[in-house]
């Protein structure tokens, strides 16, 4: 059974920074993929990092693209994602992913078969 949990999510001022965790078990992190995603109120979940470590292989979609970084630590299974310069745009809903399906795209929230429940981000102006 996968169980993924995020956590450090909060408010923060424009400019400001944030550091997530998702913390996974019954997954293995060697030799897998995971992924971030966010979903802003009312609005579709948006992929935002990919992570690949076994091919040292990171994306990042263009409205992340220099801001955010996505890290593991394959030792106790946790993935990470640094925030920094947030802007009100970013506030969201966060969430991790895991299990690719190999059929949608890695920013597809299709693509993935297993996710925690979020942790909420928001930045004021």
């Known amino acids: 059974q996968v169980h993924l949990v995020e956590s450090g999510g909060g408010s923060v001022q424009t400019g400001g920074s944030l550091r997530l965790s998702c913390a996974a078990s019954g997954y293995t992190f060697r030799g897998n993929s995971m992924a971030w995603f966010r979903q802003p109120s009312g609005k579709e979940r948006e992929g935002l990092a990919y992570?690949?470590?076994?091919?040292?292989?990171?994306n990042y979609a263009d409205s992340v693209k220099g801001r955010f970084t996505v890290s593991q630590d394959n030792t106790n299974n946790i993935m990470y994602l640094q925030m920094n310069r947030l802007e009100p745009q970013d506030s969201a809903m966060y969430y991790c992913a895991a299990g690719r399906k190999y059929a949608y795209g890695i920013f597809s929230s299709m693509e993935w078969n297993y996710w925690g429940q979020g942790t909420q981000v928001t930045v004021s102006s």
């Open positions: 992570i690949w470590t076994q091919q040292d292989r990171r």
